[in-house]
């Protein structure tokens, strides 16, 4: 279902912690977009700094925004509790730090239209640094197959970040809400128990989300001195019946290449945000931990690529 006569036809989850100086952007990059039927639910996640204050200023009295105390456990509970909040048929998370482009919803609902029995469909993704400058970008709506993207997501995760996804309430209902015992790759494993749903449309055009890349962000924490990262995460979805029946053993070979992908992704951040030293020396331990690594041409030009100025 794509439309709801007389109520918003996207609700747009933020669950949102110490932005003070990101969330007010966010927000007006929600307030310019084209499609105008949207609700959306802020949930300040214990923030200690004035996130509260600054998303109440941005919002002022349009109705469409709900400000709320979030559950207190985290970006994966506050986005079920965002979800359990709001009543639109269709479903968009967003981080409190990045940006919208002006038509991402209008182009993301036409693409959810024209694809019927598609649980989600998935734009693409530019990345900006704290202050907003534009930083090196694969398009990673590449990387996404018209069909078996289940296969390939379990190699690697091309939908990178939830902005970009626009997914049918009715399908966040099958595949179970965000894993909020996970601390990191819990995107991914809710995106991948997603996926077992159907193949995901593709919204065309340009990028529809601006994802801030942070020092202190929680991918980077997670990953940049972490030579097996992502293991419990990895671990769920190894567990998890669905896979174990479609895959058998070859889900193990899956995971490992997803394990491989994880520790380069941390590599690549650790450049980008100038600490070369450190990345150079998980590069040397990289290659001894991963040495089927040199069998990724791929990964390796990707790497590069994002790693040019």
Request: aromatic share 6%; glycine share 10%; proline share 5%.
């Amino acid at each position: 279902m794509i439309s709801q006569a007389g109520g918003p036809i996207v609700a747009v989850v933020i669950p949102a912690r110490d932005v003070e100086r990101f969330v007010r952007e966010t927000i007006a990059s929600l307030c310019a977009q084209t499609e105008k039927r949207f609700e959306c639910i802020i949930l300040d996640d214990g923030s200690s700094d004035g996130t509260i204050t600054a998303a109440a200023e941005a919002i002022g009295g349009d109705g469409r925004f709900t400000l709320a105390e979030g559950p207190r456990r985290g970006v994966s509970a506050a986005r079920n509790m965002g979800a359990d909040r709001t009543t639109a048929p269709n479903l968009l998370f967003l981080d409190a730090d990045d940006l919208l482009a002006p038509d991402a919803l209008g182009r993301a609902l036409e693409a959810l239209s024209r694809a019927e029995g598609s649980p989600a469909v998935l734009g693409r993704i530019s990345r900006i640094d704290e202050a907003g400058r534009a930083l090196p970008s694969n398009d990673n709506t590449d990387l996404m197959p018209q069909r078996s993207q289940l296969d390939a997501l379990l190699r690697k995760n091309f939908v990178v970040n939830g902005g970009a996804l626009l997914l049918r309430r009715e399908a966040f209902g099958k595949a179970g809400p965000y894993d909020d015992a996970l601390a990191f790759g819990e995107d991914w494993e809710f995106w991948c128990r997603l996926s077992a749903l159907g193949d995901f449309g593709r919204v065309e055009g340009g990028p529809v989300l601006l994802y801030r890349q942070r020092a202190g962000g929680a991918n980077r924490r997670a990953q940049g001195h972490d030579l097996w990262p992502g293991r419990p995460c990895l671990e769920r979805v190894a567990g998890n019946p669905v896979f174990r029946d479609r895959y058998g053993r070859r889900l193990g070979r899956l995971l490992r290449a997803r394990q491989i992908d994880m520790f380069w992704s941390g590599v690549r951040n650790e450049y980008v945000h100038g600490n070369r030293t450190n990345a150079l020396r998980l590069v040397a331990l990289g290659v001894a931990a991963y040495p089927d690594s040199l069998l990724r041409p791929t990964l390796a030009r990707r790497l590069l690529a994002s790693l040019k100025a």
